[in-house]
């Protein structure tokens, strides 16, 4: 009996290996233009994968916030996101406000965020920090899991604009 309780015990244990889910940790990564991105989480998207936001997390970063499930997307007591308006460099090599861009990263969010971010003025050339018990009461709370990968900035050339708006079209789906 207790042979067959041990194998039992084996085969379950084999079995939960297998079917546990790939992790991705997402830590110190202020962000970069918006279509490598959507790119990126869209891939990330399909993959399953669950996300572990353990540090900061800025600017276009915090797409994943649209691009994932909630139910895929965990917040660590370190997690803090970063939001800000949309930019492009102006003349003389200046930031400039992109409206369009900044109107299209806001979509992106889903409604808690998208509120939240609108009681504290909007997506401005100023970054908003969302970290603590405010985050972790919109995200469920996770623990590092020591196989979790840290997600790297991808290196494939920018999409085309109608590229990025079709990505988009998918992502708010």
């Known amino acids: 009996m207790k042979f067959l309780t041990g194998l039992l015990a084996a085969v379950l244990l084999i079995a939960g290996m297998g079917a546990s889910h790939a992790v991705v940790r997402i830590a110190d990564d202020r962000?970069?233009?918006i279509g490598t991105y959507v790119d990126?989480?869209?891939d990330l998207r399909q993959s399953g994968e669950t996300v572990i936001i353990d540090g900061l997390c800025a600017s276009a970063c915090t797409i994943v916030?649209?691009?994932i499930p909630h139910d895929r997307i965990c917040v660590t007591s370190s997690a803090t996101l970063g939001f800000h308006a949309a930019w492009d460099f102006g003349r003389n090599g200046r930031a400039?406000?992109?409206p369009e861009a900044t109107q299209?990263?806001?979509a992106m969010y889903p409604s808690h965020v998208r509120r939240w971010i609108?009681?504290?003025g909007g997506l401005t050339p100023n970054m908003l920090f969302l970290r603590g018990k405010q985050l972790q009461a919109m995200y469920k709370?996770?623990?590092m899991d020591a196989q979790a990968s840290t997600i790297k900035p991808s290196r494939r050339p920018l999409p085309?604009?109608?590229q990025i708006e079709s990505a988009r079209g998918q992502l708010l789906h």
Request: aromatic share 12%; hydrophobic share 25%.
């Open 104 to 106: 299209m990263l806001y």
């Open 31 to 33: 962000g970069g233009r």
């Open 65 to 67: 916030l649209g691009a």
């Open 160 to 162: 085309q604009a109608d």
């Open 40 to 42: 990126k989480y869209q």
């Open 96 to 98: 400039v406000t992109n």
């Open 141 to 143: 709370p996770c623990y």
């Open 118 to 120: 609108s009681q504290r």
